[in-house]
């Protein structure tokens, strides 16, 4: 059998494992997909919180999805990891390398030796005459990529690279007709969302924003009182589509009108500023993906909002399925897989 590589994706209290055949082929096959629930305080916003909690749940996810290979690939993705465009004179990729702690010391929120930074190219042109390459900047904090390295070592499994999960997203979603042209690809998470701006299938530019899902959570916890179970239940059970409901329900629909107006306002704001950064710049399209992005009505929302077409969050079909993948992880963690499987994809595992 071909050689495989699982695609690991730390969510809010959710560990998921996604383990892929012929990463680097025309049609990658998802073989198996787990997801593990771990306290919400082991992790958070993508970072390890407490190691042994962790690496327990690894070797568990392991031992319950019977993954065939040890090697993996993270992703990482969080208010850690920094994005931005930047455009460089063109020169070998080892010299682009050299010359990026000087490009990034004033926009790093740490100093430049606790980061561990990195250059995407994307397109060349002239400027004035000379070459240049244009391309995306990603700068990650050390200690956070190390931490989710060092618990994955712990759990004797083998991190063969660490990726971008906007990149992984950018794979495993955008492919075909959907595609073609300028699409945003906005993917809500719970705690933080990531806009990605593609043209043809290449990341141009990436923003991840601070507002997810459970921001709706929140407000109805903290500004009706309700109970943390009960605030998911009616954020699912309604959303935004609230017609038929009684009057009790109210000032809850009000609370998550208005949370959910905050984040939609976000995703526009950072919109505007891709299409305001650069002369040509358009977006054709929005593909939602991510948990978050479930709301019902929040489609809507954005394309009333963005005044774009928009399209809800949709099933990856870029990889068949094997017989092997278990179809109740599988329609469990829909929000998952695009994430956990992109990691791979591309990888010559
Ligand atoms: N049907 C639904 N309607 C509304 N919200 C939903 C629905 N399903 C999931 N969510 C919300 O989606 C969010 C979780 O999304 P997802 O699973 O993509 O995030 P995560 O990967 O765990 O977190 P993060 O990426 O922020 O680390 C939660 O806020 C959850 O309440
Ligand atoms: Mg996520």
């Known amino acids: 059998m071909a050689s495989t590589i699982v695609g690991l994706d730390f969510g809010r209290g959710v560990i998921r494992g996604a383990e892929v055949s012929g990463a680097a082929s025309a049609r990658p ?18 970072e390890v919180l407490e190691q042994e909690t962790v690496v327990a749940a690894l070797k568990q996810l392991w031992s319950q999805a019977g993954f065939k290979t040890r090697k993996v690939i993270v992703g990482v ?17 080892n010299r682009i390398r050299e010359t990026l702690p000087f490009q990034v010391q004033d926009v790093l929120p740490v100093p430049v030796n606790e980061a561990l930074l990195d250059f995407y190219p994307t ?36 991190p063969v690279d660490v990726d971008l999960i906007p990149f992984a997203l950018t794979r495993s979603v955008l492919t075909g007709p959907i595609a073609q042209g300028a699409v945003a690809l906005v993917h809500i998470g719970a705690e933080t969302t990531m806009v990605v701006v593609a ?32 605030a998911e239940q009616i954020k699912r059970r309604f959303g935004l589509a609230t017609q038929g409901a009684g009057p009790e329900l109210r000032p809850a629909f009000e609370v998550i009108y208005e949370a959910t107006g905050d984040l939609v306002v976000a995703i ?35 394309a009333d909002a963005t005044r774009l077409p928009v399209r809800a969050p949709a099933p990856v ?15 469990a963690g829909s929000s998952g897989v695009a994430v956990a499987a992109g990691l791979t994809l591309g990888s010559k595992a």
């Open 77 to 93: 993705g969080n208010a850690r990891v920094l994005v931005r465009e930047l455009t460089v004179p063109r020169m070998p990729m």
């Open 268 to 302: 526009r704001n950072t919109l505007s500023f891709y299409l305001s950064s650069k002369a040509g710049a358009a977006v054709e399209r929005v593909v939602l993906s991510g948990g978050g992005a479930e709301l019902n009505g929040f489609a809507t929302a954005l």
């Open 199 to 230: 043209v043809d299938g290449v990341p141009q530019f990436v923003r991840i924003i601070q507002n997810g899902g459970d921001d709706i959570n929140r407000a109805l916890v903290s500004r009706l009182g309700m109970d943390e179970f009960q």
């Open 123 to 158: 397109t060349e042109s002239d400027e004035d005459g000379n070459p240049v390459i244009h391309g995306l900047l990603v700068a990650a904090i050390k200690e956070s990529v190390l931490g989710m390295v060092e618990a994955v070592e712990k759990a004797r499994l083998v």
């Open 29 to 46: 096959t998802l073989v198996r997909y787990h997801q593990i629930a771990v306290p919400a305080t082991a992790v958070n916003r993508g």
């Open 317 to 331: 079909d870029r990889l068949a399925i094997a017989r092997s993948v278990n179809t109740d992880q599988l329609s």
